[in-house]
């Protein structure tokens, strides 16, 4: 991979990473790529992220992370914001106390998320959408999409016990749950 080390550079050197390169997770269709890790930074990972047809993260909040998503091509709906009411079953239909609700990001779409701050985003559409996304503080998400992506690959159904316990030790607080369902394709 020309122009991308998973080493820190010298402290008098920034770091280019050419369209393409980086380090690639993939889980069946689900594919992560490490743009800028913890040894690299020391503010924020920076990941682009397919998310495929028929994917949601399910609603959840980080204690200490704070997160920036750029849609870049398709379309998500996401949320980020408090809802009146948390219901454990969906997010899509939650409002906020000001009535807020879950919008269609497009691409040039950006959403910030403070810590404490209710989030989500899923693909309802048949194609899939790619995103820029980022954390801070570094490298607790690179670990995490490091083993949920093990689980995803993962042959025979998703193993939602063992996704639950990996969040819990990545300050993920789970509100509603992920799930992956690709839409089927009728002739």
């Known amino acids: 991979m020309t122009g991308y080390s998973h080493t820190a550079a010298p402290p008098d050197s920034g770091l280019i990473v050419p369209p393409g390169e980086g380090r690639t997770l993939r889980a069946a269709a689900q594919h992560v790529t490490f743009k800028v ?4 930074s020391r503010i924020a990972s920076s990941f682009e992220v397919l998310v495929p047809p028929g994917f949601d993260v399910g609603a959840h909040v980080h204690a200490r992370s704070e997160e920036l998503f750029y849609v870049l091509e398709g379309e ?6 408090e809802p009146r009411v948390r219901t454990p079953d969906g997010w ?3 409002r906020s106390p000001t009535g807020e609700r879950v919008v269609r990001a497009t691409p040039g779409t950006v959403i910030v998320v403070p810590p404490g701050c209710p989030h989500a985003f899923a693909n309802l559409g048949e194609v899939p959408a790619r995103m820029f996304f980022q954390s801070s503080p570094p490298p607790d998400h690179e670990r995490y ?18 996704i639950a316990a990996l969040r819990r030790r990545y300050d993920v607080e789970q509100l509603t749950p992920l799930r992956h369902d690709p839409p089927t394709r009728h002739p």
């Open 145 to 162: 999409f490091e083993e949920l992506l093990d689980i995803l690959s993962a042959d025979g159904p998703v193993d939602h016990g063992a």
């Open 76 to 81: 998500l709906d996401v949320l980020a914001f």
């Open 37 to 40: 890790t913890g040894a690299q």
């Open 92 to 94: 899509q239909g939650w």
